[in-house]
């Protein structure tokens, strides 16, 4: 099990960036696949970008593809989501997750462990 804080969320306006992480407690962090997930009002939850175990493959909601990047370091078992271009709709609270397996990145239930989230406000 690995316990997960995320941080860097705020108020920005449209076109501006913020850089999301995502601090991992845990000795296995190197072996968890990672991900970042959001949740806007009255949407459901939403697959955002995630990351195997090396760091060597990564993956994308077409919403976010080419705006957003998604990195770590296992030495300081961090994620990050770098996001570019903020639009309004990306406002949202964003959740950084881990997942043992690694098998289906992009599948919310096939993660364990949750972070609280960090809200990310986007004003036009």
């Known amino acids: 099990q690995v316990q997960l804080a995320e941080s860097g969320g705020g108020l920005v306006q449209a076109g501006d960036s913020l850089r999301l992480s995502c601090a991992a407690s845990g000795r296995t962090f190197s072996s968890y696949g990672m991900g970042w997930f959001r949740r806007a009002p009255g949407k459901e939850r939403e697959f955002v970008a995630a990351i195997n175990w090396s760091g060597y493959s990564t993956y994308y909601a077409d919403s976010v593809k080419g705006r957003f990047t998604i990195s770590r370091d296992n030495a300081k078992k961090t994620v990050w989501l770098q996001m570019n271009s903020l639009k309004p709709e990306d406002t949202a609270l964003y959740y950084c997750?881990?997942?043992?397996?690694?098998?289906?990145?992009?599948?919310?239930?096939?993660?364990?462990?949750w972070g609280q989230g960090t809200q990310v406000t986007v004003s036009t």
């Open positions: 997750a881990a997942d043992r397996a690694g098998f289906n990145l992009r599948i919310a239930n096939e993660y364990e462990d």
